[in-house]
């Protein structure tokens, strides 16, 4: 009989850090997922590869019930990942180890799990005749080629690429040639794709499978992400881990899929905040991707085409005494098939009548546009009628109960709803404080931008004697299963327009016949608390421009442009994008930081807590930071603690602390040695609700 330490899913503060000591008579092999007893519970757990205390009496050991047997173990490399993500993130390693298998396996029974074994088994649906992706796949352009060059060179093969490529280059048609060269050179390699959302990209999934199962057969391409059941998802997860998927195409969580015989990494839109989880253990799947490449001897692409600043700084070039960073740096600059850049131009509103929507330039603008059969997007990342409601008489405003924030009126179904706790009523008839019955609103959103285009364009009729068509695309136009698709197949078979919407429009598309982009009102992000916000609004609008004139244009027809409504034209942020220049705006945002001694020149971690009373949120950090004052190098900086920007949400006010180090390894060090004091001091702040430490935080 041996004894043996297994992982099982104990949360980060539950006091279980490590692994429990099981006995089993069977020889059982690390990376082995097994079910044993803990308390009265019989759970999931995965046989772990560290030292047992040899003075451990086995009879006070409870033994383990069962093993998957015929479940290959989990790979070193696969368990490695798990390590450091916990470690990185501060969490234990079961907890972390749990969140990176499928839900189901928790549930399933040895059985259940060896009929799930023989259905993989059993051959599916022929091959299909390969179609143009697979035949004719498009012949590289010049930039792509020689970026592929590089990517094959030697020197590269185990290295983290960041891919600078700007809209419309040709990322994918990269990705995919590299992942012809490296599945086709070794007989069992494997593949791990990831894209920030997997809905959004529909068109990439299509043509992964268009392109590789005519190659390596059907069912050599599985998708991972958190909107398929259960039941898909450990599929996939074997398929990954038997090998039989050639290739994963995920979202974040995908990063912890079992591959064993991995040989490169792809991650796309590499800047997107969703890569960053919220929740539980809050890790970056695009950090964990370049460390997962470098455990495993492998190829990393980053691709973007306005790269985090994390990703730019490490992907400099040698200057001087500045050895340079560790990843190589890649660019495409042009366009596939010729089709130039839109022009970018700025529209001062400050000239314009208060509350102007749209400027009558922009209008006709539009009008001409559609009439020649082309489409126009209209992008304003705020749905709903208005973020506001007022009242006229008195200063009544549409205040969430719960929440620092205004419940957003929507004019379409009639309520107020706040879009942070989900409170949703009905619009009151008459001022809830004077009985007013004049109602007003201030600001605008999607559905009142959609509002005033019908209105406009029901004035005329098309060219073709038809009414013009405008179409909004947001969270709530889509709320239904089936819409967003449906909605956007509508764009693409050009019923539509005018299409009005939020970031969800923005980005990945492939409109082909867009030929303008209006940004309606982009300045809230120009004067945002958060220093990542001019980051976001950046990729943002550049990634709206990027739908526009994405097919080459008919001669003599006018260049597509990107119209941006501001009050701010002159500053430095729509200047760089009218040049399109994303090096020149990170070279000054990087300035910027570097004087600020914010991220990448410092590495972060926030300390959050929640409570029903503020003071109450406030006293835990204040203690927590006593604590860590007391064992902190001189490296680390522990800032006071501060209420968030957002004090209250669904009724939990929140505060948070900033700990900050020029070192990330001095961080790291700090953290691992605070962990006691601060799970102690938790303990003696009982009505502290929620608390949750962020590593690499993407908003403060
Ligand atoms: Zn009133
Ligand atoms: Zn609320």
């Not at 006091?15 to 020889?27: E, Q, V």
């Not at 909107?227 to 074997?238: D, G, K, S, Y």
């Amino acid at each position: 009989m041996g004894i043996f330490s297994v992982l099982v899913d104990a949360p980060a503060h539950s006091g279980i850090a490590g692994a429990l000591d099981y006995t089993s008579d069977h020889a059982l092999k690390a990376g082995m997922l097994v079910r044993v007893p803990l308390g009265r519970r019989e759970v999931l757990g995965l046989v772990w590869d560290c030292p047992t205390s040899t003075e451990l009496d086995p009879q006070s050991l409870k033994p383990v019930l069962a093993a998957y047997t015929d479940l290959p173990p989990l790979n070193a490399a696969w368990c490695k990942l798990v390590q450091f993500g916990a470690q990185y993130y501060q969490r234990s390693w079961g907890e972390m180890a749990h969140q990176a298998l499928p839900p189901q396996l928790r549930t399933l029974s040895d059985e259940q799990l060896q009929r799930r074994l023989k259905k993989l088994n059993t051959p599916g649906t022929p091959p299909q005749a390969p179609g143009p992706e697979a035949l004719q796949p498009p012949t590289p352009t010049p930039e792509q080629a020689q970026v592929l060059q590089a990517l094959q060179a030697p020197a590269a093969q185990d290295r983290t690429a960041l891919l600078f490529g700007s809209t419309g280059s040709g990322k994918t048609e990269v990705y995919l040639r590299r992942m012809t060269d490296v599945l086709q050179h070794h007989p069992q390699a494997q593949a791990l794709i990831m894209v920030p959302e997997i809905n959004l990209t529909p068109q990439l999934e299509e043509r992964v499978r268009a392109r590789f199962e005519p190659l390596l057969g059907v069912g050599c391409v599985v998708s991972m992400h958190s909107a398929m059941t259960p039941a898909q998802r450990l599929n996939a997860w074997l398929a990954a881990h038997l090998g039989r998927a050639r290739i994963v195409l995920g979202t974040r969580l995908s990063i912890f899929a079992s591959i064993p015989h991995l040989k490169l990494i792809v991650v796309d839109e590499e800047h997107d905040p969703s890569y960053k989880q919220q929740e539980g253990a809050r890790y970056s799947a695009r950090d964990l991707a370049v460390y997962r490449g470098h455990l495993e001897g492998v190829q990393v692409i980053l691709g973007s085409a306005t790269p985090s600043l994390e990703s730019w700084f490490q992907s400099r070039p040698a200057q001087g005494e500045d050895a340079g960073g560790r990843y190589l740096r890649l660019a495409m600059p042009s366009r596939v098939g010729d089709s130039a850049l839109p022009d970018v131009k700025t529209v001062d509103m400050r000239m314009m009548p208060k509350g102007t929507l749209f400027a009558p330039l922009l209008l006709d603008a539009m009008r001409e546009r559609v009439d020649r059969g082309e489409q126009v997007m209209v992008l304003l990342n705020r749905r709903g009628w208005a973020p506001v409601l007022m009242c006229t008489e008195c200063d009544w405003k549409s205040q969430c109960p719960h929440c620092t924030a205004y419940r957003v009126f929507h004019r379409e179904d009639r309520t107020l709803r706040c879009h942070h706790c989900g409170l949703s009523s009905r619009v009151p008839r008459h001022c809830p404080s004077c009985g007013n019955l004049d109602l007003g609103w201030q600001g605008r959103g999607t559905e009142q931008l959609h509002e005033h285009l019908t209105q406009w364009f029901a004035q005329a009729r098309h060219p073709d004697d038809r009414p013009y068509s405008v179409l909004r695309i947001d969270a709530d136009s889509t709320r239904h299963k089936g819409s967003l698709e449906q909605q956007l197949s509508q764009v693409h078979a050009g019923e539509v327009d005018v299409l009005v919407g939020t970031q969800m429009i923005a980005k990945g598309h492939d409109f082909r016949r867009m030929g303008m982009v209006v940004v309606a009102d982009p300045d809230g992000a120009l004067y945002s608390a958060d220093f990542r916000a001019p980051e976001r609004l950046f990729d943002l609008l550049l990634q709206a421009a990027g739908r526009a004139g994405r097919a080459a244009r008919p001669e003599g027809a006018p260049p597509a442009q990107v119209w941006i409504q501001t009050r701010n034209p002159e500053h430095p942020l729509f200047a760089a994008l009218r040049r399109h220049d994303y090096p020149g705006f990170a070279e000054q945002q990087l300035q910027e930081r570097q004087l600020a001694g914010m991220p990448p020149y410092t590495h972060q971690a926030l300390l959050r807590a929640e409570a029903r009373q503020l003071s109450d949120a406030l006293a835990f950090l204040d203690a927590a930071r006593t604590a860590g004052l007391q064992g902190a190098a001189d490296r680390i900086t522990l800032y006071p603690p501060v209420p968030m920007a957002m004090q209250k949400v669904a009724n939990a006010e929140r505060a948070q602390m900033l700990i900050e180090s020029v070192q990330r390894g001095a961080l790291q060090q700090f953290l691992n040695t605070w962990s006691d004091a601060l799970h102690a001091t938790r303990t003696q702040h009982k009505r502290v609700t929620r608390w949750a430490i962020d590593i690499d935080p993407q908003a403060i």
